[in-house]
């Protein structure tokens, strides 16, 4: 198997960052910091090729999902939410947020 590459992991830890603003204000300031969630697991991520693909790919989706407005949320998008942050997990990237952690940022869509 390859190894994940350079830009794979950057683009992942963008994404992460992204993911990171979107955070519920409960999370601002030394508990982000001490708790830092969104991160490669040690001893889980093997860097792969394949896993950073996987991990980019689930953290897209699950950031496209949480930018659509709590009205337009849907079964599905619940569905793939979930699905995705298994798989990122499951690679080795730490998401320990359900959808309804993010449900309060929409609120002014609503």
């Known amino acids: ?9 950057q683009a992942i830890e963008e994404i992460a960052k992204e993911v990171e603003e979107l955070l519920p204000h409960s999370l601002h300031g030394e508990q982000r910091q001490k708790q ?3 991160t490669f697991i040690d001893g889980v991520y093997n860097g792969t090729m394949d896993d950073a693909f996987r991990i980019l790919s689930g953290l897209q989706l699950l950031h ?5 407005p709590k009205r ?6 619940r569905e793939l939410f ?8 499951a690679c080795g ?11 309060g940022r929409h609120l002014q869509n609503a």
């Open 64 to 68: 496209t999902i949480m930018l659509k």
């Open 72 to 77: 337009h949320i849907t079964k599905r998008d």
């Open 1 to 9: 198997m390859k190894a994940a590459t350079d830009l794979q992991e």
């Open 93 to 103: 990237f730490s998401f320990p947020f359900d959808l309804d952690d993010f449900a």
């Open 36 to 38: 830092r969630p969104l």
């Open 82 to 89: 979930e699905l995705n942050r298994e798989q990122v997990n």
